[in-house]
Protein backbone atom coordinates (compact mmCIF):
# COMPACT_ATOMS: atom_id res chain seq x y z
CA UNK A 1 0.00 0.00 0.00
CA UNK A 2 1.18 3.80 -0.81
CA UNK A 3 2.00 5.99 1.90
CA UNK A 4 -1.35 6.98 3.50
CA UNK A 5 -2.44 8.96 7.07
CA UNK A 6 -5.37 7.98 8.48
CA UNK A 7 -6.84 9.36 11.42
CA UNK A 8 -8.52 6.46 14.19
CA UNK A 9 -11.62 7.92 15.79
CA UNK A 10 -12.00 5.52 18.80
CA UNK A 11 -12.59 5.65 22.58
CA UNK A 12 -12.32 1.97 23.51
CA UNK A 13 -8.66 1.77 23.86
CA UNK A 14 -7.94 -2.20 22.92
CA UNK A 15 -9.25 -1.90 19.27
CA UNK A 16 -7.56 1.27 18.68
CA UNK A 17 -4.38 0.04 19.43
CA UNK A 18 -5.00 -2.66 17.14
CA UNK A 19 -6.22 -0.85 14.25
CA UNK A 20 -3.41 1.25 14.95
CA UNK A 21 -1.00 -1.24 15.01
CA UNK A 22 -1.89 -2.97 11.77
CA UNK A 23 -2.34 0.18 9.88
CA UNK A 24 0.92 1.05 10.74
CA UNK A 25 2.41 -2.06 9.38
CA UNK A 26 0.87 -1.18 6.30
CA UNK A 27 2.99 1.46 6.02
CA UNK A 28 0.20 4.13 6.79
CA UNK A 29 0.92 7.13 8.92
CA UNK A 30 -2.11 7.41 12.17
CA UNK A 31 -3.43 9.41 13.77
CA UNK A 32 -5.40 8.98 16.84
CA UNK A 33 -8.14 10.64 18.91
CA UNK A 34 -10.15 9.35 21.42
CA UNK A 35 -13.24 11.79 21.30
CA UNK A 36 -15.14 13.76 18.79
CA UNK A 37 -13.40 17.08 19.96
CA UNK A 38 -10.21 15.73 19.65
CA UNK A 39 -10.70 14.30 16.32
CA UNK A 40 -11.82 18.18 15.01
CA UNK A 41 -8.84 19.75 16.48
CA UNK A 42 -6.56 17.29 14.75
CA UNK A 43 -9.24 17.86 11.57
CA UNK A 44 -8.41 21.38 11.18
CA UNK A 45 -4.57 21.10 11.34
CA UNK A 46 -3.41 17.74 9.39
CA UNK A 47 -4.58 16.41 6.34
CA UNK A 48 -5.53 12.91 6.06
CA UNK A 49 -6.48 10.17 2.96
CA UNK A 50 -9.11 8.62 5.56
CA UNK A 51 -10.88 8.92 8.84
CA UNK A 52 -12.18 5.99 10.70
CA UNK A 53 -15.17 7.62 12.75
CA UNK A 54 -16.73 5.53 15.55
CA UNK A 55 -20.13 7.37 16.16
CA UNK A 56 -20.19 6.66 20.39
CA UNK A 57 -17.80 8.96 21.53
CA UNK A 58 -17.07 11.41 24.58
CA UNK A 59 -17.64 15.16 24.13
CA UNK A 60 -18.78 15.21 20.62
CA UNK A 61 -20.83 12.40 18.78
CA UNK A 62 -19.28 10.97 15.86
CA UNK A 63 -22.50 12.01 13.33
CA UNK A 64 -21.73 15.45 14.56
CA UNK A 65 -18.15 15.12 13.76
CA UNK A 66 -19.48 14.39 10.51
CA UNK A 67 -21.60 16.71 9.91
CA UNK A 68 -19.05 19.64 10.58
CA UNK A 69 -15.91 17.55 8.42
CA UNK A 70 -18.79 18.37 5.88
CA UNK A 71 -19.21 21.47 6.76
CA UNK A 72 -15.61 22.85 6.50
CA UNK A 73 -14.22 22.86 2.71
CA UNK A 74 -10.53 21.54 3.86
CA UNK A 75 -12.16 18.72 4.96
CA UNK A 76 -15.35 18.24 3.07
CA UNK A 77 -14.09 15.34 0.95
CA UNK A 78 -11.94 13.12 2.93
CA UNK A 79 -12.92 9.46 3.37
CA UNK A 80 -14.78 8.52 6.27
CA UNK A 81 -15.83 4.84 7.17
CA UNK A 82 -18.09 4.82 10.29
CA UNK A 83 -16.99 1.89 12.27
CA UNK A 84 -19.64 1.98 14.96
CA UNK A 85 -21.62 -0.64 17.11
CA UNK A 86 -24.61 1.52 16.75
CA UNK A 87 -26.99 -0.21 14.48
CA UNK A 88 -29.80 2.69 13.82
CA UNK A 89 -31.21 2.24 10.24
CA UNK A 90 -31.94 6.31 10.74
CA UNK A 91 -28.49 7.26 11.84
CA UNK A 92 -27.08 5.31 8.84
CA UNK A 93 -29.18 6.78 6.41
CA UNK A 94 -27.69 10.09 7.74
CA UNK A 95 -24.04 8.71 7.68
CA UNK A 96 -24.96 8.07 3.74
CA UNK A 97 -26.04 11.89 2.97
CA UNK A 98 -23.25 12.88 4.70
CA UNK A 99 -21.39 10.97 2.65
CA UNK A 100 -19.74 8.18 4.43
CA UNK A 101 -17.95 5.60 2.31
CA UNK A 102 -19.02 2.73 4.51
CA UNK A 103 -20.42 1.68 7.75
CA UNK A 104 -19.28 -1.39 9.28
CA UNK A 105 -20.54 -3.02 12.66
CA UNK A 106 -17.63 -3.58 15.09
CA UNK A 107 -19.57 -6.77 15.93
CA UNK A 108 -19.59 -8.10 12.58
CA UNK A 109 -16.11 -6.87 11.12
CA UNK A 110 -13.11 -8.56 12.55
CA UNK A 111 -9.79 -6.65 12.50
CA UNK A 112 -9.27 -8.39 9.56
CA UNK A 113 -11.81 -7.27 7.73
CA UNK A 114 -11.47 -3.93 8.73
CA UNK A 115 -8.21 -3.24 7.52
CA UNK A 116 -8.44 -5.25 4.07
CA UNK A 117 -12.21 -3.04 3.60
CA UNK A 118 -9.87 0.39 4.53
CA UNK A 119 -7.03 -0.81 2.68
CA UNK A 120 -9.20 -1.49 -0.68
CA UNK A 121 -10.41 2.22 -0.58
CA UNK A 122 -7.23 3.60 -0.07
CA UNK A 123 -5.52 2.46 -3.04
CA UNK A 124 -8.43 3.60 -5.29
CA UNK A 125 -7.91 6.84 -3.51
CA UNK A 126 -4.08 6.71 -4.57
CA UNK A 127 -5.16 5.40 -7.87
CA UNK A 128 -7.39 8.47 -8.30
CA UNK A 129 -4.47 11.01 -7.14
CA UNK A 130 -2.20 9.54 -9.90
Not at 3 to 31: K, N, T, Y
Not at 59 to 77: D, M, Q, S
Amino acid sequence: MRRCSILIVEDEAPLLRALERRFRQLGCDIDIAIDGEMAMKKLRTATYTMVILDLLLPKKHGLNVLKELRAHPRTAKVPVIVLTNYADDNTIRQTEKLGAIDYLLKVEHPIDSIVERVGEIIKKIVKKKR
